[in-house]
């Protein structure tokens, strides 16, 4: 089976993917957007990282909560109610116009991430409830192939778009964007599911935090797929935007332009990756990661000759995410779907609101872009050993 096969026979998987792209395609208007907004404001570096790092936080706090919230509810419905306060709080972002509005977009941020918080772990919950294992390997890689796209697309036509027509025009067409998702979203149809409405809420919790907690291999898994968490750049590009590359592009055009050389690295990798990749190789996978991190830094000295770090960048990063996010799926048990998989988001974004933070803190304090991002390549190199070293106690 492949991706095509998968889209063709099942109506559900095409109506999530179709949705999937249209709005996480509107989503990075939206996020350009806002750190345009920011660069245009001329806010303070604190600033674009507290963004950054709000745009993670949500998934972070509430990750238990979300957990149980996904396991009592209908999916449809969920899905559906998520969505559509997304909508709202993305509208609301054209009232933020002067940086002492910012209070307002921070709020807006962590309420939009909120429910899109919500949404992923109903969609991926339900994967798993819905596919056999291979299809669910190959929906997680489509999943990771259509975020790549979209966000290709998406950040390549944003810029453009941004310095034609402006921020507020933007948030509007994600709104649009959105609408149109909802329209294909009604018309899932999923079987019924016992939903777990008469288990008390934090007894929930507590059961599905101790089973985390003492299932090793599930714990180990989390961690391992947490550290492609530490790819979210948006606080790094953004600081090559205002200050390395400010005199080449405008901001915006240099924010879409390396975001999206990057993404068509994420769309391109799982697609050549996903024949070969398995537990025995998943060591190199972390450490081509690593290694392609380290080329970027060398590189970032041009901003066009950073495009060749970029690809290496990302090339192994939605492979990574994709393989070993369907091993903790294979792994955790049925009843516990919602849960591991809100707790898996949690420390996942943990680790991406930590170095959104962790990037502005090092930058303020001297450090040169390039040896921040070496550095994080240096992580993934730690990585690899840690997957070798769980390979051989646990499989």
Same mark, same amino acid.
């Given at each position: 089976?492949?991706?095509?096969?998968?889209?063709?026979?099942?109506?559900?998987?095409?109506?999530?993917?179709?949705?999937?792209?249209?709005?996480?395609?509107?989503?990075?208007?939206?996020?350009?957007?806002?750190?345009?907004?920011?660069?245009?404001?001329?806010?303070?570096?604190?600033?674009?990282?507290?963004?950054?790092?709000?745009?993670?936080?949500?998934?972070?706090?509430?990750?238990?909560?979300?957990?149980?919230?996904?396991?009592?509810?209908?999916?449809?419905?969920?899905? +559906? @109610? &998520?969505?559509?306060?997304?909508? $709202?709080? /993305? =509208?609301?972002?054209?009232? %933020?116009? *002067? +940086? @002492? &509005?910012?209070?307002?977009?921070? $709020?807006? /941020? =962590?309420?939009?991430?909120? %429910?899109? *918080?919500?949404?992923?772990?109903?969609?991926?919950?339900?994967?798993?409830?819905?596919?056999?294992?291979?299809?669910?390997?190959?929906?997680?890689?489509?999943?990771?192939?259509?975020?790549?796209?979209?966000?290709?697309?998406?950040?390549?036509?944003?810029?453009?778009?941004?310095?034609?027509?402006?921020?507020?025009?933007?948030?509007?067409?994600?709104?649009?964007?959105?609408?149109?998702?909802?329209?294909?979203?009604?018309?899932?149809?999923?079987?019924?599911?016992?939903?777990?409405?008469?288990?008390?809420?934090?007894?929930?919790?507590?059961?599905?935090?101790?089973?985390?907690?003492?299932?090793?291999?599930?714990?180990?898994?989390?961690?391992?797929?947490?550290?492609?968490?530490?790819?979210?750049?948006?606080?790094?590009?953004?600081?090559?935007?205002?200050?390395?590359?400010?005199?080449?592009?405008?901001?915006?055009?240099?924010?879409?332009?390396?975001?999206?050389?990057?993404?068509?690295?994420?769309?391109?990798?799982?697609?050549?990756?996903?024949?070969?990749?398995?537990?025995?190789?998943?060591?190199?996978?972390?450490?081509?990661?690593?290694?392609?991190?380290?080329?970027?830094?060398?590189?970032?000295?041009?901003?066009?000759?950073?495009?060749?770090?970029?690809?290496?960048?990302?090339?192994?990063?939605?492979?990574?995410?994709?393989?070993?996010?369907?091993?903790?799926?294979?792994?955790?048990?049925?009843?516990?779907?919602?849960?591991?998989?809100?707790?898996?988001?949690?420390?996942?974004?943990?680790?991406?609101?930590?170095?959104?933070?962790?990037?502005?803190?090092?930058?303020?304090?001297?450090?040169?872009?390039?040896?921040?991002?070496?550095?994080?390549?240096?992580?993934?190199?730690?990585?690899?050993?840690?997957?070798?070293?769980?390979?051989?106690?646990?499989?």
């Amino acid at each position: 089976m492949n991706y095509i096969e998968l889209l063709k026979n099942n109506k559900n998987i095409r109506i999530l993917a179709s949705v999937q792209f249209i709005v996480y395609f509107g989503a990075w208007f939206s996020q350009t957007g806002v750190f345009t907004l920011l660069v245009e404001l001329n806010a303070p570096t604190w600033a674009t990282a507290t963004s950054a790092m709000l745009a993670f936080l949500p998934g972070v706090l509430l990750a238990p909560i979300n957990g149980v919230i996904v396991e009592k509810n209908k999916p449809k419905k969920l899905l +559906l @109610s &998520m969505i559509s306060i997304e909508l $709202i709080s /993305i =509208f609301c972002l054209i009232f %933020v116009t *002067s +940086l @002492s &509005m910012l209070w307002l977009l921070f $709020i807006l /941020i =962590f309420i939009r991430l909120c %429910v899109a *918080s919500i949404y992923f772990q109903a969609e991926m919950s339900l994967l798993a409830k819905i596919l056999t294992p291979q299809e669910l390997k190959l929906a997680n890689e489509m999943h990771s192939v259509i975020w790549a796209i979209s966000y290709t697309a998406g950040m390549a036509s944003a810029g453009i778009f941004i310095y034609f027509l402006g921020v507020k025009t933007t948030f509007l067409f994600d709104c649009i964007l959105i609408l149109i998702g909802i329209s294909f979203l009604v018309r899932l149809s999923i079987p019924d599911f016992h939903q777990k409405t008469q288990s008390r809420f934090f007894t929930m919790i507590k059961e599905g935090f101790f089973y985390v907690l003492n299932n090793k291999i599930i714990f180990h898994l989390i961690l391992l797929h947490a550290f492609i968490g530490l790819t979210a750049y948006e606080t790094l590009v953004t600081l090559l935007a205002q200050h390395q590359y400010k005199e080449v592009l405008s901001a915006a055009l240099v924010i879409g332009f390396l975001n999206a050389v990057r993404a068509c690295s994420l769309a391109i990798g799982p697609m050549v990756l996903s024949k070969f990749i398995n537990d025995k190789n998943l060591f190199y996978m972390y450490l081509g990661q690593g290694l392609g991190i380290i080329l970027w830094a060398l590189t970032q000295f041009n901003f066009y000759i950073s495009f060749l770090g970029l690809i290496g960048a990302g090339f192994f990063t939605s492979a990574l995410w994709a393989y070993t996010y369907t091993m903790i799926q294979k792994n955790a048990d049925k009843e516990y779907h919602g849960r591991v998989i809100a707790y898996t988001d949690m420390i996942y974004l943990s680790f991406s609101a930590i170095i959104s933070m962790l990037m502005g803190f090092l930058f303020e304090i001297g450090l040169s872009l390039e040896l921040i991002t070496g550095l994080l390549g240096m992580i993934f190199i730690f990585a690899a050993f840690y997957w070798k070293w769980f390979y051989k106690k646990y499989l």
